[in-house]
């Protein structure tokens, strides 16, 4: 890294921290709606990953992948979002600790 | 010629620029997905969300990966976040109450992510591809609609129709979920 010349590492673990930082929302929050809005965190980090990985190795191909990924993440959100009316209406809450009916 | 295409001949000036705009926009798009991650209104985290997907559609900008970037923002910060905004105005859900700290859960994470911002410099280090400096119009790959096209087109055919048909499913579900039950 003479200079400070940005590198595909520079990118990757940018990622990472951008991947760590989704998860933690994933995990903490309870709302149902920024939980999903924290899984596009992770597809997004891993979006990034792919295209530095694609560009400084000189592949095309990963850009491919993340357009594939764009378009299933676009159908995951509004299926996901169906659900969390669905459920919304039966439990008047979007919150994912009172979603227990089938704990015992 | 105007000076803009001068300085973009001096390799030097180059190699600044582009260390300007990745730490700009990585610290923007650092700092605004904390946000949505820790905000409790949830309209503020949406509108967050949105600001990072086009940090990171700029990013995408200094891959050299255009028609990405034009996509990440159409499709991403463009559909995908007025779905999320139109659902938070039909639930109608207020700022989320703060319910009891889950310790276990906050001690965890913290745990994890104190090793994961020590521990991932030093892993991407050794992975010997990481240190490849690329700058800008020396890369061989360029992510115009065109060069993207011809790949979905040729290659990647039946994958993309299998999207077309992952889509459809998608919607179909969507209308199913969404109806109401006439009888009741």
């Not at chain 2, 605004?32 to 503020?44: C, G």
Request: net charge positive; proline share 3%; hydrophobic share 60%.
């Amino acid at each position: 890294m003479s200079g400070g010349e940005i590198t595909l590492g520079h990118y990757l673990a940018l990622s990472g921290l951008l991947f760590i930082i989704g998860l933690a929302g994933v995990i903490l929050r309870r709302s149902l709606l920024i939980v999903m809005m924290s899984l596009e965190l992770l597809l997004n980090a891993a979006n990034l990953a792919l295209v530095a990985v694609g560009r400084f190795q000189g592949i095309p191909d990963p850009q491919v992948a993340v357009f594939f990924v764009i378009t299933v993440a676009a159908a995951e959100v509004a299926l996901g979002l169906a659900i969390l009316v669905a459920i919304f209406r039966i439990k008047k809450t979007t919150a994912a600790d009172q979603m227990d009916s089938l704990r015992f | 010629m105007g000076a803009g295409a001068l300085l973009l001949r001096n390799p030097r000036a180059i190699t600044k620029m582009e260390q300007i705009f990745f730490w700009i926009l990585a610290a923007g798009l650092l700092v605004f997905a904390t946000a949505v991650v820790t905000l409790r209104n949830p309209v503020t985290n949406a509108v967050c969300l949105v600001v990072a997907l086009v940090f990171q559609a700029a990013l995408f900008v200094t891959l050299e990966a255009t028609f990405l970037a034009a996509v990440q923002v159409i499709v991403y910060a463009g559909a995908v976040m007025v779905l999320f905004l139109f659902v938070i105005m039909l639930l109608d859900v207020r700022v989320e109450a703060r319910g009891p700290i889950q310790w276990p859960k906050v001690v965890g994470v913290g745990v994890v992510t104190l090793a994961a911002v020590a521990g991932i410099p030093k892993m991407v280090a050794s992975f010997p591809a990481s240190q490849t400096a690329l700058h800008w119009g020396q890369g061989k790959v360029t992510g115009t609609a065109r060069d993207l096209g011809m790949l979905l087109f040729t290659s990647y055919a039946p994958l993309f129709l299998a999207t077309g048909v992952l889509l459809l499913v998608a919607t179909v579900g969507v209308v199913v979920l969404c109806r109401r039950d006439p009888e009741s």
